[in-house]
């Protein structure tokens, strides 16, 4: 009995740790105070996670580490049982009952999974990309997790990477925005005072620069000025560390010849420095010890490196766990520094509420209720429909009519698991209805839907297996697939073409140098278009893509994404038009994949030539065989009704540098369907001390027009709407004269010349 009450009471003492109501500050110097070097170190180290289901001994080796409390924290474990096995050896079996983090990509949605972030871009909705999140929030902690790796705000200019998919597209200052709406929707108020069991810590993505690797490689080399990072490249870092996010994580690449993990200037010069951020960063996976393949030194070398940069936890690359006590003993790197990560880590357990309550995020009933609920499968769908870019519409074919006969042609029409996405981790497709399915529940006993798969995506079937990672598309004899799709639509009233890229020809290791579409699929498009009937291509992509073609053959054709997994159901909603599309382009579609990178806020040149010049001309900064600029440019996308602008007026032509001018403009719905429209705000700074674009976004608005009806959208200008950083991260405000533009795209505006005076 006595033996009992001693085990109950040692236990409790134990656990009284995490009960401890103690200030962050008293509460972290207690527990630092009890640790042992090792103890410490143990606390950077973030490893792959196992499927152990229960708290008994095993050999696992990771097992191993939580018992020895070498292990802070996890990845790619979830499930609230298995959450809570691991769990339990951190908080039972270990010296001091250090709670584990446990983190996961959730970068766009959970089991009910969202579009990709870059199709909910083109919503231009920050308050959708926050429920979005929200959303995600509450599903993914209901299975444990506590600790996302999102959001990726990486400037893209280049189609050809892939990451392209994870981001919100080529503009810094619409990255900003959405960027900080997830925050929102991951956090809450967490961050800044503790985070709810519905909430988890964001991190952001990827520190920095990543979406400038040369010619769009992943893992590839990043060189530019500071001037470009700070104006261009740097501004969505800053906007979500001003939002609080929780921690960062470095990229891969390298910043100033230095690899980003281990780029003092970059972690504690800037980050912390002129930024201000306080929680802790980790390094993308493995990282550490690829900057010994990068010609930087041996792991020692690169250990010390990245910890004096200013990093604070290793994940996967067990460099930390190897050699930060050799470091340390050789005098390469100082105990204050490896103190200061611990306390920031430890800080983050402290504001999840992991002390108190290690299980909080364990809680089997919540996910049993929680995930794919019809509440969030609406939520899903009404996002969905929001991203959808219609790219053309001859003759106003869509909407489609719900009667008669349609042909629904295409891979992608009848696969499910293709559906998510890349980076999809919560994802269970089998519940998801196919575009085929979804549309023959759509329109019941009204229309006849007939199916053909039509083709294979790649002659190449060894191509083709390797793009399909994991979510593989069953493959056909393509003559007989061929003949079948040409029967079924020689029988249709109208064809509509399911056909783009697999789920994984985007995100990370998806490169692409050629973006047109895959050649068995465009042999059969061209096939369908030779049939005389009308042609309504759904293109899936997780990038742009070249559709220089099909813009010149097909009747319409709207950009679907991957919209998760209620794509087929959303799809119905705007071909049918239940719904308006609204969705605009966050980034520049090419005429061919030799113009990239394209974007639309690039430098002029001293030779310039206007965007849409079909002429080649000399001795002028152009191509010899393409037209000059992009096939659809950023902001794009047609409706299914019309808009008006009217000129812009400004309050005053001019302005002192510390007032404000308001620029407004009138927008008319001239069509014959409500809808909303995207207005958005440019600049341009005619003359200054640095080169600057030739449109900058500065603003935009989502407005709800009746036909018929008008009404006068306002943009306020400031100082900060006018300035840019010079070379040091310092804003800079020129007087001199600015074009204001409104307009309903990037290349289609109304523009007004306001001048800033001293």
């Known amino acids: 009995m006595k033996k009992t009450i001693l085990c109950f009471s040692i236990l409790m003492s134990c656990l009284s740790l995490h009960a401890q109501k103690k200030p962050m500050n008293e509460f972290v110097d207690d527990l630092m105070a009890k640790m042992t070097v090792e103890e410490k170190i143990g606390q950077l180290n973030l490893m792959p996670g196992t499927d152990l289901t229960t708290g008994a001994k095993t050999n696992s080796p990771l097992v191993e580490l939580v018992e020895k409390g070498m292990l802070g924290a996890v990845l790619n474990t979830k499930g609230a049982a298995k959450v809570r096995a691991l769990q339990e050896v951190a908080v039972k079996r270990s010296r001091l009952h250090i709670p584990l983090i446990f983190g996961l990509d959730v970068i766009h949605g959970y089991e009910t999974v969202l579009p990709l972030p870059l199709a909910q871009a083109c919503s231009w909705n920050p ?201 340390l003993d050789n005098g390469t790197v100082k105990m204050a520094q490896i103190d200061q990560a611990v306390r920031r880590v430890l800080e983050a357990k402290y504001k999840l509420g992991l002390f108190d309550d290690p299980y909080r995020y364990c809680d089997p009933k919540r996910e049993k209720k929680e995930l794919y609920t019809a509440q969030h499968r609406q939520t899903a769908r009404d996002i969905a429909a929001q991203t959808f870019v219609l790219l053309k519409n001859d003759n106003d074919i869509l909407p489609l009519k719900k009667q008669g006969s349609i042909a629904l042609i295409g891979p992608l029409a009848d696969t499910r698991n293709n559906l998510p996405g890349c980076w999809s981790t919560g994802d269970k497709p089998e519940k998801y209805a196919t575009v085929k399915e979804a549309m023959q529940r759509y329109l019941g006993d009204k229309a006849t839907v007939t199916y053909a798969q039509g083709s294979n995506i790649y002659d190449d079937s060894v191509r083709q297996e390797a793009v399909g990672i994991g979510r593989p598309i069953p493959r056909g004899d393509a003559k007989q697939m061929l003949a079948e799709a040409l029967k079924v639509a020689k029988n249709a009233d109208v064809i509509v073409a399911c056909l783009g890229e697999l789920a994984d020809m985007s995100g990370e290791s998806s490169a692409r140098s050629d973006l047109t579409m895959p050649d068995a699929e465009a042999r059969l498009l061209k096939a369908l278009v030779r049939t005389g009937k009308p042609v309504v291509l759904l293109n899936f992509a997780g990038r742009p893509t070249v559709l220089s073609w099909e813009n010149d053959n097909a009747a319409a054709i709207m950009n679907v994404w991957f919209a998760g997994s209620e794509t087929g159901d959303a799809i119905c909603d705007v071909l049918f038009g239940d719904k308006v599309p609204t969705g605009k382009l966050v980034n520049s579609f090419p005429r ?101 674009p030739v449109k900058e976004l500065k603003g935009f608005q989502r407005i709800h027009l009746a036909k018929g009806e008008s009404k006068t959208v306002s943009f306020d200008i400031d100082a900060a709407t006018l300035s840019y950083y010079d070379n040091e991260g310092k804003t800079v405000l020129e007087p001199g004269d600015f074009d204001i533009m409104i307009g309903a795209n990037s290349a289609n505006v109304q523009s007004a010349k306001l001048t800033l005076t001293k």
């Open 127 to 327: 308050q959708a990309i926050e429920d979005g999140a929200r959303m995600a929030a509450e599903e993914a902690t209901a299975s444990g997790i506590c600790w996302n790796y999102s959001p990726m705000v990486d400037v893209a200019l280049d189609a050809r990477w892939g990451r392209v998919a994870e981001g919100y597209g080529e503009d810094p200052y619409l990255s900003s925005v959405m960027a900080v709406a997830a925050i929102r929707g991951y956090q809450g108020s967490g961050e800044r005072q503790g985070y709810a069991k519905n909430e988890f810590m964001a991190c952001l993505k990827h520190y920095a620069l990543y979406g400038a690797s040369e010619a769009g490689r992943d893992y590839n080399t990043v060189d530019m000025s500071r001037l470009r990072m700070y104006n261009q490249y740097l501004p969505p870092y800053k906007a979500a560390v001003e939002a609080g996010v929780g921690s960062v994580m470095s990229s891969f690449n390298i910043v100033d010849g230095m690899p980003a993990t281990g780029n003092r200037w970059l972690i504690t010069d800037v980050l912390r420095g002129q930024w201000g951020f306080n929680g802790f960063l980790v390094t993308d996976y493995g990282s550490i010890n690829e900057m010994t393949n990068w010609g930087f030194g041996d792991q020692m070398q690169s250990t010390a490196q990245a910890m004096n940069a200013g990093t604070d936890m290793d994940m996967c690359s067990s460099a930390f766990l190897v050699q930060l006590k050799a470091c």
């Open 592 to 692: 061919t994949t030799g113009q990239e990178p394209l974007y639309y806020n690039h430098l002029n040149t001293g030779r310039p030539v206007e965007d849409g010049s079909k002429v080649f001309r000399k001795f002028q900064s152009n191509y010899t065989d393409v037209t000059q600029g992009p096939l659809y440019p950023f902001g794009y996308g047609l409706s299914y009704t019309s808009y008006s602008y009217s000129p812009v007026t400004l309050s005053s032509s001019t302005m002192k540098a510390g007032g404000k001018v308001t620029a407004t403009a009138t927008i008319t719905n001239t069509g014959s369907r409500d809808g909303d429209e995207i207005v958005q705000f440019y600049i341009r700074d005619r003359f200054a001390s640095i080169v600057r």
